[in-house]
């Protein structure tokens, strides 16, 4: 016989399993139209910072110089991330299929290759501090 | 940068916040008040997901300064329930499977609310009208539209 774990699911519902033929409402659906259901974007975290990444706007372009110094002194940035502090790139998609060939830099070294390729990721205290500042 | 003071109404009552010059009424409402149910989609006024009611009327938060709001009132999901009870939107999106990840929900009942509010009985053209401006990545339009007609009739049962 089937065991079924119920302890699990123990406060989702009961034994009787006679759900066939009528309507459940969904757990989720009270958060939904309450607005409570919390989303990536609803979190706040004691301590939080905020990334945001500098994106090229040539769809192909040799990176000549990254001035970063503005941002770096910019108030509320904690740190500025470029190439060389991320040398590997361990999410990319080849490597998720084990492809073995995996050349996608995390941000851009010497060129850009599309238009939006990351170039350097701002970590700042607040979304509104990051503030750009292309190079080409 | 200098601050400046903004007061308005927010679900029926006052607040008082500073706000940086050229903040957005959407980020002012979810960073500086807390009030976490307009959602941010797309910040620039193409999803809708943002939406609240200002003096009544349906706005995109995202594309609202927040300065404009001083004195008025502003009316978001957070406000929609009526005391521990659901509103009957609330209660017909619930109950026709309106909301799928619920992330256009927020938006959905308010551009829904604005229309209830200035027509109780409006037909499904008008509610597809009403809806246009917010977009839903999952669901479907068509159980939003059902629980908007539903929640209308049920409001005539009410009124
Ligand atoms: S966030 Fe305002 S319309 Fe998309
Ligand atoms: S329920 Fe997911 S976007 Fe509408």
Partial sequence: MLELRKDIFADERDDNLKEIGKGTQRQDMLGHVTGTSPYFDDHKLQGMLHLKVVRSAHPHARLRRVDTSEAERSQGVRRVIRASDVPRNLNTLLSLINFGKDDEPSLAVDKVRYKGEPIVAIVADSRARPTRRLPR | ?159
């Fill in chain 2, 1 to 159: 940068m200098a601050k400046t003071p903004l007061q308005f109404r927010h679900n029926g009552r006052d607040v008082a916040i500073f706000v940086d010059g050229g903040t957005n009424l959407l980020v002012a409402l979810r960073e500086l008040i807390g009030d976490m149910t307009p959602k941010f989609g797309c910040g620039q006024g193409g999803c809708g997901t943002c939406s609240v009611l200002i003096d009544g009327e349906l706005h995109l938060s995202c594309l609202t300064l927040a300065e404009t709001v001083a004195g008025r009132s502003v009316e978001t999901l957070d406000g929609l329930k009526e005391g521990p009870n659901l509103h009957p939107l609330q209660r017909a999106f619930a109950d026709n499977f309106a909301a799928q990840c619920g992330y256009c929900t927020p938006g959905m009942l308010m551009a829904a609310k604005a229309l209830l509010d200035r027509n109780p009985q409006p037909s499904r053209a008008e509610v597809v009208e009403a809806i246009s401006g917010n977009i839903c990545r999952c669901t479907g339009y068509e159980p939003i539209i059902n629980a908007v007609l539903a929640a209308a009739s049920g409001g005539r049962a009410r009124a």
